[in-house]
């Protein structure tokens, strides 16, 4: 079975810092892998999607890699702000097309 | 474009009561798929639509638990009896594509928190 995990759980910093948040699967047979954002009592938003092919993908202040032998990816998020507070998410697309998740990265950006 | 819209958005269920979630996913997307999600948790997989065929149903945690999707485009999710251990957050989400291909984003909808009490 798939497994996915994310550390730290929970961070708070301060405005203006970069965000460093990790994700590990266990099973390197993926199709891709999608980072999504969670606000309180809402759905989930796609932030980046990487195919399995793929080193990294950038979106904005975002940019999220892939090492798919060590089944890691790391989002970065540059020159954080209050906006950015939220639930991160990453997901994993492998097998039926299924979607194994982490528990998520819970983040607040300090003003 | 429309988004995946779910209802009801909240739904308080007496224990052993039936209940039905619906999903209306983005017009022309093949798949459809359902998660539940625990307080604190990550969705788990439910079950998966490719068009009207349910392919997947594997992530169903009981019997109890009936997804159909008769037509290829809206989705019901129904639980039966419910238990307090239902209670969660029900997720939907669709994508344009098959699945084989790998890389078609899933676009989730609101969902449905549901409370068993």
């Known amino acids: 079975k798939q497994e996915v995990t994310q550390i730290p759980a929970a961070l708070s910093v301060p405005e203006g810092e970069n965000l460093v948040l990790n994700c590990s699967f266990t099973d390197s047979a993926i199709y891709n892998l999608q980072w999504f954002r969670q606000d309180p009592g809402k759905g989930l938003t796609s932030l980046l999607l990487i195919q399995s092919s793929q080193r990294e993908q950038t979106s904005g202040r975002l940019n999220a890699s892939l090492d798919k032998s060590s089944g890691r990816s790391t989002l970065y998020i540059a020159a954080s702000q209050p906006g950015d507070s939220a639930t991160y998410l990453c997901?994993?697309?492998?097998?039926?097309?299924?979607?194994?998740f982490g528990k998520g990265n819970q983040v607040v950006v300090i003003p | 474009g429309a988004g995946v819209s779910q209802s009801p958005r909240y739904k308080v269920a007496k224990r052993g009561q039936d209940v039905a979630l619906r999903c209306d996913p983005i017009?022309?997307?093949?798949?459809l798929f359902w998660y539940q999600q625990a307080l604190g948790q990550g969705p788990e997989f439910l079950t998966y639509f490719q068009n009207e065929a349910q392919l997947d149903k594997s992530g169903l945690p009981s019997d109890r638990f009936f997804a159909e999707r008769p037509e290829g485009s809206v989705s019901t999710l129904k639980i039966q009896r419910t238990q307090q251990e239902d209670s969660a957050v029900y997720l939907c989400?669709?994508?344009?594509?098959?699945?084989?291909?790998?890389?078609?984003?899933?676009?989730f909808g609101p969902g449905t928190r549901l409370l068993v009490l």
């Open positions: 017009s022309g997307h093949v798949s």
């Open positions: 989400a669709s994508s344009l594509e098959y699945p084989i291909r790998g890389m078609e984003t899933q676009y």
């Open positions: 997901a994993v697309v492998y097998g039926n097309n299924r979607l194994a």
